[in-house]
């Protein structure tokens, strides 16, 4: 057996997330295991990095698939993009070693958020963007950051009520304004189930004065999910990179 890694871009718009579901084939994981069997000719399982949520969108998505036998890097990943949908494309194809794992060989996960502060939505980036016409205060957010960095329980931050293992870590967490225009960038060895958008809804919370970022600990000993801030869309949220 072949271990291939891919990495893919999408538009996670029309698609009811990353994970393969038994009520639906309209997934990521499920298209590009359909596409590659269709391509060798059996049936494949494809290994991703993590989950994303539906409308989340991805630029360094990574996966990882066992073949019989030996590809050409650069064919298979045309031959793939010819035939999957044009809001989904294989960036790279790789050759790697044997008991390579996209999720399991992963050591951290570069995420970014997107937001967008003008009275209107911008035209052009409505879709990935969350619409959020509030004044920020950007030095009291990069205020919030340290009390968020280091390994701690994240409970407060998902909206998984029977997750056990919630310890995760935060490396850095970069604000950056331009114009009416905000990215969050996160960056971590994991996230839990909603905790990048949670992360937001807080920062943004305490960009526009609603909650002070003093009080984060206290949110975070909780472990209480009502303590922290609201959910925010989907739509504005982009898996950028893979770490390994």
């Not at 298979?76 to 993009?81: A, I, Q, T, V, Y």
């Not at 790697?96 to 992963?106: E, I, L, P």
């Not at 996960?109 to 209107?120: A, L």
């Amino acid at each position: 057996m072949r271990t291939y890694k891919l990495t893919i871009s999408y538009d996670g718009s029309r698609y009811q997330g990353w994970q393969r579901q038994a009520t639906t084939d309209n997934t990521i994981q499920f298209i590009l295991e359909w596409s590659i069997g269709k391509l060798v000719g059996y049936r494949v399982r494809v290994d991703g990095s993590g989950r994303t949520d539906a409308g989340v969108h991805a630029r360094g998505q990574v996966a990882s698939v066992k073949l019989s036998k030996l590809y050409d890097p650069q064919e298979m990943k045309d031959s793939l993009n010819r035939c999957l949908p044009e809001d989904i494309r294989i960036v790279k194809v790789e050759l790697v070693r044997n008991g390579f794992h996209a999720r399991k060989s992963a050591k951290g996960k570069k995420y970014e958020y997107y937001i967008d502060c003008r009275e209107k939505p911008d035209v052009f980036s409505r879709r990935y963007c969350y619409h959020y016409p509030e004044k920020l205060d950007i030095e009291a957010m990069r205020e919030a950051v340290p009390y968020l960095l280091g390994p701690k329980n994240f409970t407060s931050f998902t909206d998984d009520k029977d997750c056990k293992d919630p310890v995760r870590k935060i490396t850095n967490i970069k604000i950056v304004s331009s114009g009416e225009k905000v990215r969050i960038t996160f960056y971590g060895t994991g996230f839990l189930y909603h905790m990048v958008r949670i992360l937001t809804g807080t920062l943004l919370e305490i960009g526009t004065g609603k909650r002070d970022a003093s009080m984060l600990p206290v949110v975070i000993a909780a472990e209480d999910r009502s303590l922290a801030g609201f959910l925010a869309p989907a739509r504005g949220l982009f898996l950028r990179k893979v770490y390994y």
